[in-house]
């Protein structure tokens, strides 16, 4: 009986009982946010299991479903690829591999989450999409983070340019976050200031979710989460809170194999030849009428990891991601923390294998730390390129420290900021880190954007800074006097308008143009439609060496797109760029890389959609006394499905730059509650 129940709780089968809905509260505020509330973690995040798959159903499975290799049978022939990546990856060996390493007690977290999912799938069987998803299980809750993870920093499109052949070309273009943090002696109402911006989708897996956990064990956490998340990634407690963007280091190694000249499948590693193993990745697609075929396809494993085949060779690729899975258990723990040394200590584990992280509290204690989980690296190579996959020196053994990261505590200038851009720039210059400092084999990039650009220009104006004066920097969305994106804009602002001819007009919008993204200006839709004429021809010009022709030409391009969608050539960004929720449509402001950025994708008839930038904002004052001072936004609502009344209605707020007040005492959002229940 005891080998029985352990094989239960790891198929997640455990009782729902013993979690015991009735004493789990679904507190729902005016805006519909879940605050759940229980006696204990575990069934917090069975509360929250349930209260999102209210919400957001649909997408929580197309998580799980991915971690199960499943999507072949729900999308079919466009699911099969993301079944075969997670085959690749090896997630369910790594999870096997690694569970033991998780601590008892957040185990029981998971087990909480998976029973309270199956509990709202067994209630909702209507809605389930794969009839064979459930139960789900606490090893599908890690494999769905071993996956997001690794697409989290960058495998999808390592994989990808793998299978095409382009080994050395890595994407390191980032859709943009924003953190801030100001220290009680740099406000002038002696509070710290706290900005948690970070720009991800809109809409999907990876768009955040709003909610409070509250329990008798200390838990008090309000913050956002993705789909299929037991506890809340970045937000803020009583005490503390931090901010998650982006960061950029050497995070994938990529490893060239000498394969035998007569075998294909014998790879060289110091004097021997070894076999690459071999594994059949089990496929079932969907083709028709609910009719699934079995497919199977070759995936090929070394020393070095993963193994892809392609017309130049065969090549390894190794992620810190494939030796851990307690990612989750260190957000708990930050989610736990009372003060900074907790804080710290739940960092030590350095089990979340990226992002920077911007932290504050009601301490005034700050602190950035370019977070990571690191190898350590033979010096004696260049780890920024293509590496030899036929010598154990190009093996590493073992990860870095937390001490060893970029990190600064309490500058003497009183703030920090990352907003994606390099390690050594979190703060005034003087008080800056030097990249020199730390190992370059670590591969931490210097670098600024446009937004880090903007924000030094803004800070620079203030001594002291008002509550207004900090929500005006993180709604700031005016480029910087001088542009860093890919191709060099700043060319068009000088150049003769004569020398456009028809499209002179068109260069004078440009250059009289403040630079500010708001909707109802005349200029930032001529800039992105300019930027983006450049780009179409990119592959056909130098872009380090752009002529005044080609700046020209782009400028025309501008010309006849305004005139072929819109009549008229004074468009503003509001016209061209909106926000579009269900069949409604909303003009935007933002650009990519301003502050307050937004990204967008073509939608037709000229018009861009707003796809990924701005979505959860949290705003947070943390006083000497007493609970911190929260606002928050999330872009269209706390519901993902189109009948619930919060599927838009936070929108009229995001538009407008207002925030929700928010709050962590428990007892006020009960007396304030639109609905109070138990899950079934």
């Keep these: 009986m005891r080998y029985l129940g352990a094989i239960l709780i790891l198929l997640g089968l455990e009782s729902i009982g013993q979690f015991n809905p009735e004493q789990i509260e679904i507190i729902r505020d005016e805006w519909g946010v879940p605050h759940i509330y229980a006696p204990t973690d575990a069934q917090v995040s069975y509360g929250l299991a349930w ?64 029973a309270g999912i199956n509990a709202y799938a067994a209630n909702h069987k209507d809605e389930v999409l794969v009839k064979k998803a459930f139960p789900v299980t606490l090893k599908d809750v890690f494999k769905a983070y071993v996956l997001q993870l690794a697409v989290q920093d960058g495998a999808d499109n390592l994989i990808r340019n793998l299978f095409d052949g382009k080994v050395d070309t890595i994407d390191f273009e980032t859709k943009g976050s924003n953190a801030f943090a100001i220290s009680r002696q740099k406000t002038t109402s002696d509070e710290v200031f706290l900005a948690i911006n970070s720009h991800q989708p809109l809409e999907g897996p990876a768009a955040w979710y709003e909610a409070h956990l509250v329990s008798e064990e200390g838990w008090n956490m309000l913050g956002g989460l993705f789909p299929g998340g037991p506890v809340i990634f970045h937000g803020t407690n009583e005490h503390l809170g931090w901010a998650h963007t982006v960061n950029y280091f050497d995070k994938r190694d990529v490893f060239q194999l000498e394969m035998h000249p007569e075998n294909e499948d014998l790879y060289r590693l110091d004097d021997e030849w070894l076999e690459l193993e071999k594994r059949k990745v089990k496929l079932k697609v969907k083709v028709f009428l609910g009719l699934k075929i079995g497919v199977k396809r070759d995936a090929y494993y070394s020393k070095y990891g993963p193994v892809v085949k392609n017309s130049k060779g065969s090549f390894a690729f190794k992620m810190s991601v494939f030796n851990e899975i307690r990612a989750i258990e260190q957000w708990y723990k930050m989610n736990k923390a009372q003060n900074f ?71 003497p200038s009183g703030y920090l900021f990352n907003t994606n851009n390099g390690a050594f720039n979190a703060t005034a210059p003087k008080d800056n880190l030097s990249v020199t400092d730390f190992d370059q084999t670590m591969g931490y990039r210097s670098f600024e954007n446009n937004r880090s650009y903007r924000f030094m220009e803004l800070i620079d104006q203030y001594e002291t800074l008002s509550w207004d ?33 028809s499209a002179s007009q068109i260069l004078e919008i440009i250059q009289r143009w403040d630079k500010s993204a708001r909707a109802d200006k005349i200029g930032p839709a ?14 056909k010009i130098d872009i380090n060496n752009i002529s005044t022709e080609q700046y020209i030409k782009a400028v025309d391009y501008v010309r006849r797109y305004l005139l072929r969608y819109f009549g008229k050539i004074d468009v503003t960004l509001g016209e061209y760029q909106k926000l579009v929720r269900g069949e409604d449509e909303y003009p935007i402001g933002g650009l990519p890389d301003v502050i307050a950025a937004m990204h967008a994708d073509y939608m037709g008839e000229g018009k861009v959609r707003a796809k990924t930038g701005e979505s959860y904002i949290m705003m947070v004052r943390y006083p000497k006394d007493g609970l911190p001072n929260i606002e928050t936004t999330n872009v269209f609502g706390a519901s993902n499905r189109p009948e619930s009344p919060h599927y838009d209605d936070q929108i009229p707020l995001f538009l407008n730059r207002e925030r929700k007040q928010m709050t962590l005492d428990i007892d006020k959002v009960r007396e304030n509650a639109k609905r109070i229940y138990h899950p079934k």
């Design 51 to 114: 209260a999102h798959a209210e919400d957001d159903f649909k997408t929580i499975q197309e998580i799980l479903l991915a971690a199960k290799q499943m999507m072949g049978r729900h999308l079919g022939r466009d699911g099969a690829p993301i079944d075969y990546v997670v085959g690749l990856l090896s997630c369910e060996d790594i999870v096997n591999q690694h569970l033991p390493e998780v601590d008892p007690a957040f185990i029981k977290i998971v087990q909480g989450y998976t």
């Design 341 to 411: 040394t907790e804080f710290k200590k739940a960092l030590s584990l350095t089990a979340i294998p990226s992002f920077n992280i911007v932290y504050a509290d009601r301490y005034d204690s700050l602190f950035y730390v370019g977070n990571g989980k690191i190898p350590i690296r033979n010096p004696n190579y260049d780890w920024s390129t293509t590496l030899p996959g036929n010598t154990t020196e190009t093996l590493s053994d073992g990860y870095h420290a937390f001490t060893d990261l970029p990190q600064l505590t309490n500058p």
């Design 469 to 501: 004066d900090f929500l005006d920097i993180k709604y700031d969305a005016t480029l910087p006097d001088s542009l860093v994106y890919w191709i060099d804009l700043n060319p068009v602002f000088d150049l003769e308008p004569s020398l456009a001819d």
């Design 526 to 539: 001529h800039l992105n439609i300019f930027y983006k004429g450049l780009a179409r021809i990119s592959d």
